[in-house]
């Protein structure tokens, strides 16, 4: 019951947050309506006892995307209302609600008229392995907290995925402050001379 | 009453089709992101409703996986905003015309 | 000795590229020997071929060598293969003996022109095809040798092409010879559809197998075909007017060789003609017996020395038809091997007139000219002796077994045929002496003094040699095919593994034959006195009316025909072209263009058009797959 309650009330808050989110002129009320989104899919997160990832989701989406957002309105000053009325190419308007529609009915069609699902395999079924490509599983252990848990995973079978992501990271980051910097500052714009004396 | 994995991918559904209208729909290059992070939640929720279900926590690491790229992503994104915003101060993503072929 | 059969073609094809690159260099007249050696080496082969061929006995004398695999497209099969029959190698054997001869005269007469090697060029290439058309084994290499003679007499009637009218003429033949084409590949592709092959021993072992309707269809677009070629009614209008080619020319192609390719042909498919129905044979016969006779009329009244022999060419090629329309092959082929000869040597002499003239053709300015041009005349009463059917010149031994051949036939008038064919026999000869009167004896009526003084000379021995050989030749040739009984048909009997038994059988006895043969060198006879009276002693007024010198007035109304309706319906036509094909094509065109504008959108650049494709894009995908679950 009480589960109901929760899973209820966040995705209510999701929703709305969403729809927020496309339909606010003003893009402060956009990165705002997404902060809520994001809130909503938190509690989900605990509820789907993923402490650990519930956690992450509001540090780093909340706390580090929308901020970095929200910086970039504030500093370009991008936060002039958009009409969202006038629209140079009007068919585009029309074609992306019905996209987005004909794409929730494509998902519905696919959840509710596909077949009986495979959860209720055994988990060490022989299809179940097939299907998850997977030897041997990490299954959850209760006893042990999430993060335990999660940290056994990542660190053992996809260690290599994560580095990889340390580097996508420091590429990433490189490559926006290269890609934004004045060709004829050579500053890097933080006040630091480079040294160029050759 | 109780929840299913069902409930989590309607929700999941429906929050990606949200995502994706307003991809689609709105010219501000910022709220085009937003859009996009919206989708990869939704994506998110779906992949940890499965772990739960299936009792495999290769959801969870997927969706952890899925945190980082987006915030890549973002900067990437962010940078390319402050690009376009030096043209003109009249933002529109419709100013990125000229990938073809 | 068989295997040789490939260089009869060959070696004038040699010839031809070898001129073609070095002719100029060459340049007169070692081009012309060249040439004449590649036609006379040919002629050597055939000879070879020939004993090789007599060697065989009589079943074994149908030999095909194949040279290459030419087309092999699902059930259509054509091979590059020679046939070497009875029926080709007597074909090769005057086409590269008289070739030869012509080539020899050609080089003393084109001596001075300025395109002297470029004649010899389209001689070799000429003689190239005409063997090809005649040793081909199946019908599309005859098609294409058919074609190759067709050009080659455009550019050899167009030789002198600076002035227009010559131009014109070559103009003329070729068109007119493509209506017959028209027919020839109708008739192929009904071939084809019958029997599935183009082979000439599929066509004679499966012939019968063909219904009569088709036979009969078949046939007649062959006649088309073969009207076209050979000049008879209503596409004889080119031949006349290709006597502006040079004399050699005229020699050759219109009167030994090119024009006696459709009659050919109809020998070739004799299968066909025995299974079609008689009207249509009839009708061959028919065709060939008004045109002999209108020609003929024509060639009374004409006063160029070439038109005469040209419309009496179109005349004897009439009989020709006559004779194959009722089955008479063998007598057929002898007469084209006489006439050959003969009338090669008719033109050559006049070739020989003319040059000696300086240029002048019009007979009415001729006349005593025996004694200044000796063996040019002697050689020319040979030839005229033999035309007009005096014995014992061959002329006469050929005619009269056509003339027998249609006095026997049955059902279709063959009465009428016979009177017809006595009728033009008396033209004939009427003519020719005419001719040989106004050319050769008589007043001078040239100048032989003063400022356009012609001083007539008899030609050079390059000319003569030739003309003296053919002399001879149309005096024995009789002897190939004599009517004394069965054992004097050499002829006969030679050409029976090509005639597949269709061979018409008469059933006249030994007196009528006879009686047939004394009328008929009675009528000579008579037609020559008639001629002497009216030009030699002048007793009696001429008779030339001019409705008959303009060949009926048959070309004329084709001009108007097709000048004037016929245009508008050219117009018509052109205009459907325009419009209506065109427009498949343009409409085409445009649709794809008005595809390529509405699908720009597609690349319009725009971040979000893509995105818009690319979800609709997986709708689609994953909407055929929830239709799938549905169903």
């Given amino acids: ?198 | ?101 | 000795m068989l295997e040789l059969a490939w260089l009869i073609p060959g070696l004038p094809l040699l010839g031809f590229l070898i001129l073609v690159v070095f002719g100029r260099r060459i340049g007169e007249p070692f081009a012309g020997w060249l040439a004449t050696a590649a036609s006379f080496s040919s002629f050597i082969a055939t000879v070879l071929v020939f004993f090789a061929l007599k060697g065989l006995p009589v079943e074994e004398r149908f030999h095909i060598q194949k040279i290459f695999d030419w087309i092999s497209a699902g059930s259509f099969d054509v091979d590059a293969a020679l046939l070497i029959d009875p029926l080709s190698i007597t074909m090769c054997l005057f086409i590269t003996g008289v070739g030869s001869l012509i080539h020899l005269y050609s080089i003393g007469y084109m001596h001075g022109d300025k395109n002297f090697s470029k004649f010899f060029v389209y001689l070799n290439l000429f003689i190239t095809s005409m063997l090809l058309l005649v040793l081909a084994d199946n019908l599309l290499l005859t098609f294409l040798g058919w074609e190759g003679v067709g050009a080659c007499s455009y550019l050899l009637i167009s030789f002198w092409f600076e002035d227009e009218s010559n131009a014109s003429a070559g103009k003329k033949a070729f068109v007119t010879n493509r209506i017959g084409d028209f027919g020839f590949m109708i008739a192929m592709f009904l071939v084809f559809g019958a029997i599935g092959s183009i082979n000439y021993d599929d066509i004679a072992a499966n012939a019968g197998s063909i219904s009569g309707t088709t036979t009969t269809a078949i046939v007649l677009l062959f006649l088309l075909a073969a009207t076209g070629k050979s000049a008879q009614l209503p596409l004889f209008v080119w031949l006349p007017d290709a006597m502006a080619g040079p004399t050699p020319v005229s020699a050759l192609i219109h009167a030994a060789t090119m024009v006696t390719s459709g009659v050919f042909l109809l020998i070739r498919l004799n299968p066909l003609l025995a299974g079609a129905d008689l009207w249509a044979t009839g009708l061959i016969s028919w065709v060939g017996a008004i045109t002999a006779l209108v020609a003929a009329t024509a060639a009374v009244s004409q006063n160029d020395i070439k038109k005469v022999l040209a419309y009496s060419t179109v005349s004897q090629l009439g009989y020709l038809f006559m004779a194959v329309g009722v089955g008479a092959y063998v007598a057929a082929i002898f007469h084209m091997i006489t006439h050959a000869f003969f009338k090669a040597l008719l033109f050559l002499g006049s070739g020989s007139v003319i040059h000696g003239m300086g240029d002048e053709q019009d007979m009415r300015k001729m006349g005593g000219l025996k004694k200044l041009m000796p063996i040019t005349s002697m050689t020319f009463i040979i030839g005229w002796l033999a035309i007009a059917g005096v014995p014992p010149f061959s002329g006469f031994w050929s005619k009269d077994e056509i003339l027998l051949y249609l006095w026997g036939s049955e059902g279709i008038g063959g009465k009428y045929l016979w009177i017809i064919g006595l009728a033009t026999a008396l033209l004939t000869a009427f003519y020719m002496t005419r001719q040989v009167l106004m050319t050769f004896y008589g007043k001078q009526n040239f100048e032989s003094e003063g400022p356009n003084a012609i001083t007539p000379h008899e030609s050079p021995r390059l000319m003569t040699i030739p003309l003296v050989v053919l002399a001879c030749l149309a005096v024995v040739a009789g002897i190939l095919n004599l009517p004394f009984g069965k054992d004097w048909h050499f002829l006969g009997h030679w050409l029976e593994p090509s005639l597949f038994g269709n061979e018409a059988h008469v059933d006249v006895s030994a007196s009528t034959t006879f009686i047939l043969a004394l009328v008929a060198i009675g009528v000579g006879l008579t037609a020559i006195a008639a001629a002497g009276m009216i030009y030699y002693k002048k007793k009696y007024a001429k008779i030339e009316p001019q409705f008959f010198a303009d060949a009926w007035r048959i070309d004329s109304t084709y001009a108007s025909f097709f000048g004037g309706p016929g245009r508008m319906f050219f117009k018509g036509l052109a205009w459907f072209d325009n419009n209506v094909v065109d427009g498949f094509v343009k409409a085409t065109a445009a649709t794809t263009l008005s595809l390529g504008q509405g699908l720009k959108f597609m690349q319009s650049g725009l971040v979000r058009n893509h995105a818009l494709g690319i979800v609709l894009g997986t709708l689609a995908v994953s909407g055929w797959f929830i239709w799938r679950l549905f169903t």
């Fill in chain 2, 1 to 101: 009453m109780e929840v299913t994995e069902t409930w989590y991918l309607v929700l999941s559904a429906i929050v990606f089709s949200i995502g994706l209208t307003g991809f689609l729909t709105r010219r501000n290059p910022l709220i085009v992101f937003m859009c996009v992070e919206l989708m990869l939640n939704a994506v998110n929720i779906s992949f940890v409703a499965f772990s739960d279900v299936l009792n495999d926590v290769s959801g969870q690491t997927a969706v952890f996986f899925v945190l980082v790229v987006a915030a890549a992503e973002v900067v990437v994104g962010l940078s390319l905003v402050v690009l376009l915003f030096r043209k003109s101060s009249d933002v529109s993503i419709d100013d990125l015309n000229e990938m073809s072929g």
């Fill in chain 1, 1 to 198: 019951m009480v589960d109901v309650t929760v899973f209820l009330v966040s995705a209510l808050i999701i929703v709305a947050g969403s729809i927020g989110v496309i339909f606010s002129k003003n893009p402060v009320r956009s990165a705002l309506s997404l902060v809520a989104s994001f809130f909503g899919v938190a509690v989900l997160f605990v509820l789907l006892e993923a402490h650990f990832l519930a956690l992450v989701q509001v540090v780093v989406y909340g706390g580090a995307i929308v901020v970095l957002f929200i910086f970039v309105i504030m500093l370009l000053g991008v936060d002039a209302a958009e009409s969202i009325n006038i629209e140079p190419i009007s068919s585009n308007q029309i074609m992306g609600y019905l996209a987005g529609f004909g794409f929730l009915l494509v998902i519905f069609g696919g959840l509710f008229l596909s077949g009986p699902s495979g959860k209720d395999n055994a988990p060490d079924d022989a299809g179940f392995v097939a299907l998850t490509g997977t030897a041997e599983q990490l299954p959850i252990d209760e006893d042990l907290s999430n993060v335990k848990v999660l940290a056994r995973d990542l660190f053992s079978r996809n260690v290599l995925a994560f580095e990889a992501t340390a580097l996508l990271l420091t590429i990433a980051t490189v490559g926006a402050v290269v890609m934004v910097k004045n060709k004829d500052d050579d500053d890097f714009g933080l006040g630091l001379k480079a040294e160029v004396d050759q």
